[in-house]
C-alpha cells in the first residue's frame, strides 16, 4: 500500500537542466534507500542514482557530475537534479524506494509509474 508518484519530466534542450521529483506515501514506517532507474527504448533498464537513508549517494559513470540525488527522510521524498544533459539521457525515470511498512523487519520494493524525459540535440 504504497504509492510513489514522480514529476518533473518533460523536454528539454541540450546542455538543458530538469529537476525530477518523487514522493512516496501510504503505509510507511521507514525507507531503506531510494533511487532513480531510466530505461531508454531497446536498452535495458539502468540504476541512474541512489540514496540511503543515511545519505549514501551512488551514481552511474554515465551521469557522475552531471546528475545530483537529494532525499528527505521525514517527507519521504527524493529528487534528481539533472543539469547538461544530452539525449542519451532520453528515458522513462522511474522511482524506487525499498519500504519498511512496519516495525517488522520485512521490506518491499516499490516502483513509480515513470515519467518521460526527453532530451533533443
Known amino acids: 500500500q504504497v504509492q510513489l508518484v514522480e514529476s518533473g519530466g518533460g523536454l528539454v534542450q541540450a546542455g538543458g537542466s530538469l529537476r525530477l521529483s518523487c514522493a512516496a506515501s501510504?503505509?510507511?514506517?521507514?525507507?531503506?534507500?531510494m533511487g532513480w532507474y531510466r530505461q531508454a527504448p531497446g536498452k535495458q533498464r539502468e540504476l541512474v542514482a541512489s540514496?540511503?537513508?543515511?545519505?549514501?549517494?551512488n551514481y552511474a559513470d554515465s551521469v557522475k557530475g552531471r546528475f545530483t540525488i537529494f532525499r528527505d527522510n521525514a517527507k519521504n521524498t527524493v529528487d534528481l537534479q539533472m543539469s547538461s544533459l544530452k539525449p542519451e539521457d532520453t528515458a522513462v525515470y522511474y522511482c524506487?524506494?525499498?519500504?519498511?511498512?512496519?516495525?517488522?523487519?520485512?521490506?518491499?520494493?516499490?516502483w513509480g509509474q515513470g515519467t518521460q524525459v526527453t532530451v533533443s540535440s
Open positions: 501510504g503505509s510507511i514506517f521507514s525507507i531503506n534507500a
Open positions: 524506487n524506494a525499498e519500504v519498511r511498512p512496519d516495525s517488522r523487519r520485512y521490506t518491499y520494493m516499490y
Open positions: 540514496i540511503t537513508s543515511g545519505a549514501m549517494t
